[in-house]
C-alpha cells in the first residue's frame, strides 16, 4: 500500500480553475478507529465551480482537497472500526458529524473546511460513510452525497410530499434531475421547467407529467399554478432570488417552497404579504446520513439509476469544471479516478 501512487487535486487560490492543480502526495496513514478509502469516482456540483472561480459565499479554507462528493472501497480499517470492513464499497457524506436530527448550526463540508475526495486514497472515520446500493456503480454512487441527498430531503424532510402530490422543480441541474427522478418513485406528479427543447425531451423520458419553456412562458409560476389546478404542493427552488418570485407564485396555499440555490443573487423584491397568503419556507442544507440512508433503501428498492452526463479521467478535472461552467450538460458530471 505504501508504494501506492496517490494524485490528488488542491485549489492553490480560489480565483480561476486553472488554480486548481494536480499534485503527487503520500500515502495518509490510517489510525485507531478510521478507514482508508481507494477513492474511484468523485462527482461536482455548483458549489464547486463557485470554489475554484472565487464566488462561494461560505467559508473556504486554502489549499484543500477539492469535492465533497466521492465513492469507493475500503482497502484498509484501523483497530476498532466495526462499522465497515475491507472491501465495502461507500460514499463520504456531504458534511462532517452530521448523523441525524436537525440541521447542524455550523457545518463542515468537505472541500472547504477539510480535504474532499478528489484524490485516490482517503482516511476518513467510518461514522462519515455510507454503503453503497448494491446496483450502482462507483461513477453512479459518487453522484449521490450532494445532488440527491438534497433532493430527497426538499422532498421528505419534516412535512414530506405524498402520492399524488405535485411537485416543481426548476432547470436540469443536478438537484433538479435528482428531484425529478425521486419523485417520480415517491409516487408524485411534476411539473419542470427548462429553457432547452432538447433537455425537454430528457425531463419527458425521466418522467415530467409537464414541462414549461421558460424563455417561452416568462411567468411560468402563474402556469405551472395552473398545470396542478390552484398550485404545487413542493417547489424545488434551486435558483435563488431571480426565480423566488416566481415560486411563490406557483405554490398552493399552505404548501412548502424548499430552498436551495443560490444561482443568482438578485431578483425581484417579495412583498410580505406575499409570503403569509401562500407558502412556508424551508432552507435545505444538503441533509444528514439518516437521510442518505434512507435515501439509499428507496434507490435500492426502485433499482433508480443515476442520470450523468459525460465522465472525464482523472488527469482532466479542470476540463470537467469546464463543462459545468458550460451548463451544455443533463445529469451529473463525473471524474473517474480509475481511467
Not at 39 to 48: E, G
Not at 69 to 84: L, N, P, Q
Not at 235 to 250: N, Y
Request: with cysteine.
Amino acid at each position: 500500500m505504501a508504494s501506492a501512487q496517490n494524485r490528488a487535486f488542491r485549489l492553490r487560490e480560489p480565483r480561476s480553475i486553472e488554480n486548481l492543480e494536480m499534485t503527487e502526495e503520500s500515502m495518509p496513514q490510517v489510525q485507531r478507529g478510521e478507514v482508508l478509502v481507494r477513492v474511484k469516482a468523485t462527482s461536482l456540483n455548483y458549489r464547486d465551480l463557485a470554489m475554484v472561480e472565487g464566488g462561494y459565499p461560505g467559508e473556504l479554507r486554502e489549499n484543500l482537497v477539492q469535492l465533497s462528493d466521492g465513492a469507493g472501497e475500503i482497502v484498509e480499517a484501523g483497530e476498532d472500526v466495526r462499522r465497515f470492513r475491507v472491501g465495502d464499497r461507500v460514499a463520504g457524506n456531504f458534511t462532517r458529524e452530521w448523523f441525524g436530527g436537525k440541521r447542524p448550526s455550523y457545518m463542515e463540508p468537505y472541500g472547504t473546511h477539510s480535504n474532499g475526495w478528489l484524490t485516490d486514497y482517503k482516511v476518513i472515520d467510518p461514522e462519515e460513510l455510507v454503503r453503497l446500493p448494491d446496483h450502482l456503480t462507483y461513477e453512479q454512487g459518487a453522484t449521490l452525497p450532494c445532488a440527491a441527498v438534497t433532493a430527497w430531503n426538499a422532498l421528505h424532510g419534516p412535512s414530506p410530499a405524498g402520492p399524488g402530490d405535485t411537485v416543481l422543480t426548476l432547470g436540469t441541474g443536478g438537484v433538479s434531475v435528482f428531484a425529478v427522478q425521486l419523485a417520480k418513485i415517491l409516487g408524485l406528479r411534476v411539473i419542470s421547467t427548462t429553457s432547452s427543447s432538447w433537455k425537454e425531451k430528457k425531463l419527458q423520458e425521466l418522467g415530467s407529467n409537464n414541462i414549461i419553456n421558460y424563455n417561452d412562458t416568462p411567468n411560468w409560476g402563474k402556469r405551472a399554478e395552473e398545470l396542478s389546478n390552484g398550485g404545487v404542493n413542493r417547489v424545488v427552488e434551486v435558483v435563488g432570488p431571480a426565480s423566488f418570485h416566481q415560486s411563490i407564485e406557483a405554490v398552493a396555499p399552505g404548501e412548502e417552497v424548499a430552498l436551495i440555490g443560490v444561482l443568482t443573487r438578485t431578483g425581484d423584491k417579495i412583498d410580505y404579504y406575499d409570503l403569509f397568503g401562500k407558502a412556508s419556507t424551508r432552507t435545505i442544507g444538503v441533509g444528514s446520513r439518516d437521510m442518505f440512508e434512507s435515501m439509499n433503501r428507496a434507490i435500492a428498492a426502485h433499482q433508480l439509476t443515476p442520470v450523468i452526463d459525460t465522465v472525464y479521467p482523472f488527469e482532466q478535472a479542470q476540463e470537467a469544471y469546464r463543462h459545468l461552467k458550460s451548463q451544455n450538460f443533463f445529469g451529473k458530471i463525473v471524474i473517474s479516478h480509475d481511467q
